[in-house]
């Protein structure tokens, strides 16, 4: 690696060029961070075993600041895909890694960021098996993109999506609202809030895989709820089964320091995006078991069940039950109003 006038490493354009310098890049800072291997041996392919059914996935993170409290872009990366995964009702087993690196970045960065990717993908039991690295030019983005593609087994006991939805099915979310987008607000702007606000950024695969695995086919839908939060999950379960859903605005788990910053940026924070956070649709039979299931787990300590899909309707709406008592409609977010969090 070599260093700039202020004795930093950074990412140069060399290290893209598919020489000597990519294969150092790759040898001294990506393979360490995300778990080792021997570069002589890399391929253009990996093999992954997937015994059954297999479901796949791929997503681009952008965000800034690249590091913000409770995360960074290499958990964000692989905790996104993997949840992806766990949601459609499939178990995690691989993940290639893409990095579109600005030149100038530091190299010290870089690792922090690939190493939280390494923990964050141990942590999850999936592999990162194959991957990308591209430099470009200062300008060309903003610092660091990250890609992440994921290969997951179908649980067998996964028979999730819209048409399995029905009159008096229930909601449950596993925790509190908003705290990834607000929290990476809150480091951007510097809001100075009094408590500590940390994202939720990780891995939902056991909350999903636990719900499966024990209450079988009464689980009907999931979903994480990221861009556009629980307000455009709610919205796209009623458009997609064609069926009125109702919320309950008392029963949803709230932070406070959450609800301090949003009332502070003036958001609403059913729209603000969530990383760590799972939505079901189970029977009204196992609504209170679902709850107790990811209560179990530390990432579903205060999980709750916050509402109940009704009869069809020709044109579905969303409708809350707000804390005054009143009603209001709850509508599809009309843009990102958050820009780069995820």
């Known amino acids: 690696m070599t260093r700039d006038g202020d004795n930093v490493e950074r990412i140069q354009l060399a290290h893209g060029g598919g020489g000597r310098m990519t294969a150092e890049l790759i040898e001294s800072v990506i393979l360490p961070a995300l778990g080792g291997g021997d570069a002589a041996t890399l391929a253009d392919a990996a093999a992954v075993d997937v015994r059954g059914q297999a479901a796949m996935t791929t997503d681009t993170y952008v965000v800034q600041p690249l590091e913000f409290p409770g995360g960074d872009i290499g958990t964000l990366a692989v905790a996104g895909t993997v949840n992806d995964l766990a949601v459609f009702g499939a178990v995690p087993r691989a993940l290639s890694l893409g990095l579109v690196i600005e030149e100038g970045l530091e190299t010290a960065l870089l690792r922090r960021v690939l190493e939280s990717?390494?923990?964050?993908?141990?942590?999850?039991?999936?592999?990162?098996?194959?991957?990308?690295?591209?430099?470009?030019?200062?300008?060309?983005?903003d610092k660091l993109v990250v890609n992440t593609t994921g290969v997951g087994e179908i649980h067998p006991g996964a028979q999730l999506g819209f048409d399995a939805v029905g009159e008096g099915d229930k909601i449950v979310v596993s925790g509190a609202l908003g705290e990834h987008g607000l929290a990476v607000m809150a480091c951007r702007e510097a809001l100075g809030l009094s408590a500590e606000l940390d994202s939720d950024c990780g891995s939902v695969a056991p909350l999903a895989l636990g719900l499966i695995e024990r209450l079988g086919d009464a689980v009907r839908f999931m979903r994480d709820p990221t861009r556009g939060g629980l307000a455009a999950t709610a919205v796209e379960l009623a458009r997609g089964t064609g069926r009125d859903v109702a919320l309950d605005e008392a029963a949803i788990p709230v932070n406070p320091t959450a609800r301090a910053a949003a009332e502070m940026l003036g958001l609403d924070?059913?729209?603000?995006?969530?990383?760590?956070?799972?939505?079901?649709?189970?029977?009204?039979?196992?609504?209170?078991?679902?709850?107790?299931?990811?209560?179990?787990q530390p990432a579903g300590a205060h999980a709750a069940v916050i509402g109940t899909v009704r009869e069809r309707a020709e044109m579905p709406v969303v409708e809350m039950t707000t804390l005054a008592g009143g009603r209001r409609i709850v509508q599809m977010p009309y843009g990102e109003e958050l820009p780069r969090i995820c």
């Open 117 to 141: 990717a390494g923990r964050a993908a141990a942590d999850a039991g999936v592999a990162v098996v194959t991957g990308d690295t591209k430099v470009v030019p200062r300008g060309a983005v």
């Open 269 to 296: 924070l059913l729209t603000v995006a969530n990383e760590g956070k799972l939505v079901a649709v189970v029977g009204a039979e196992a609504a209170e078991q679902a709850r107790a299931v990811l209560t179990e």
